[in-house]
């Protein structure tokens, strides 16, 4: 049998500093988000210009979030800060572009209700079992997150008739799969307390 290698982000290494490059990517994240929400809602969301500007200001921070969380592990530079902020970040990021665009008449707001309030659900369901336990990402958490950036890239641009019909479509595959992944997130939790509860 083989041993089980614990997830560095598990168990962040007391030599890795909080001043490190991924950390300092997530802190880039996290600046770029007023400043791309301001981008959005320049001209009411009616220039193409800004439109554009928000979306390649959105792209970048994206990929930070990819490559941060890479850095960290391969370089062993995970640390308890960046494991608090990280997620800060992404839901900042997220919930910036998702309230913007309902502000803006360019995404229903009951989208962003529920994206919103599952991300903001999962996560105090997280503080809940914490004591007993980590739920790893599960794949579906990872198609996820990967439409939800697409779905909300697409919809940053200005597209027209086959495009605009498109981005609705990978906007409504990405609700789907937020609230399917959001009740087995539940499920998992739940059976998760379950399995350290005390039987009497």
Do not use: C
């Amino acid at each position: 049998m083989s041993a089980v290698v614990p997830d560095p982000a598990a168990t962040p290494p007391q030599t890795a500093r909080v001043a490190n490059i991924a950390n300092a990517l997530t802190l880039l994240r996290l600046l770029l988000v007023p400043v791309f929400g301001w981008a959005l809602l320049q001209e009411d969301g009616t220039s193409t210009g800004w439109r554009v500007t928000a979306f390649v200001v959105f792209a970048v921070a994206s990929i930070t979030d990819r490559l941060d969380g890479d850095l960290a592990r391969r370089r062993g530079l995970v640390t308890e800060v960046g494991k608090l902020a990280d997620p800060i970040a992404d839901k900042a990021l997220t919930g910036t572009a998702l309230v913007g665009l309902s502000v803006l008449d360019l995404l229903p707001w009951w989208v962003t209700i529920v994206i919103l309030v599952r991300e903001g659900g999962i996560t105090l369901l997280r503080f809940w079992v914490i004591r007993h336990g980590v739920i790893p990402a599960s794949r579906g958490g990872k198609y996820k997150t990967f439409l939800q950036t697409i779905a909300i890239g697409l919809y940053l641009l200005p597209l027209q008739d086959t495009l605009a019909t498109a981005a609705a479509w990978v906007m409504g595959a990405a609700v789907v799969l937020t609230v399917v992944t959001g009740v087995d997130y539940v499920a998992r939790a739940l059976a998760l307390r379950r399995a350290a509860t005390p039987r009497p």
